[in-house]
């Protein structure tokens, strides 16, 4: 494997081939961390269920071609429902992969990950314990197969939340993402963004 990026956000300017989508109005760099601040009534989602389309979250990105693998380390300090932040992939905005906990006001916080395809987003999720603010989250694609898994700590195994099939795509968006679909306050610090690029 090949190591494509390895940003430790220690300094700024970051990896010039980094670049935003909808940057947010707050964020910087604090104890080599990336923190990013999320704008109020920011989102990633099309259609289901809800009947919204959404496509101005937070996303810090670099183009990728060809299969690789994409980590993370999130540290959540959760404001509002619904606030999220973790990683995603993106072909368009009716075709993404986003995983992350998102947080919820009055029952337990979901882990999760949604792939939209053809302008439709699905959600799965499993409950998680609210004290649980620190996640590392990992997606890799092989072809056009992407496999999403998170672990709670450095040591531990990762554990599989997602196995879909997106696009053949050959150039697609990848980095780390943070929205508050309700209002601001909510603030994700990045440890740091690894890709490496897997042979064929």
Not at 34 to 58: C, E, I, R, V
Not at 147 to 159: G, L
Request: hydrophobic share 35%; charged share 25%; proline share 3%.
């Amino acid at each position: 494997m090949d190591i494509y990026l390895d940003e430790h956000f220690d300094h700024t300017p970051f990896d010039k081939r980094l670049n935003w989508h909808c940057e947010p109005e707050n964020w910087g760099i604090e104890d080599n961390k990336l923190l990013m601040s999320s704008d109020p009534k920011t989102d990633f989602w099309q259609k289901t269920h809800y009947g919204f389309l959404a496509d101005n979250g937070h996303f810090l990105h670099t183009d990728i071609e060809g299969d690789f693998v994409m980590e993370t380390q999130v540290e959540y300090h959760f404001k509002n429902q619904y606030d999220q932040a973790g990683l995603m992939i993106r072909i368009s905005p009716d075709c993404w992969i986003k995983t992350s906990i998102e947080y919820e006001a009055d029952e337990p916080n979901k882990l999760g990950a949604v792939v939209t395809h053809d302008g439709y987003s699905d959600w799965s999720t499993q409950d998680v314990n609210d004290d649980l603010n620190i996640v590392f989250f990992q997606i890799s694609r092989v072809g056009a197969d992407f496999f999403v898994k998170y672990r709670e700590d450095s040591s531990s195994s990762w554990k599989q939340l997602r196995m879909t099939h997106l696009s053949d795509s050959k150039i697609m968006q990848c980095g780390i993402y943070a929205c508050s679909p309700k209002d601001k306050g909510f603030t994700a610090a990045f440890k740091y963004l690894w890709i490496g690029k897997l042979q064929g």
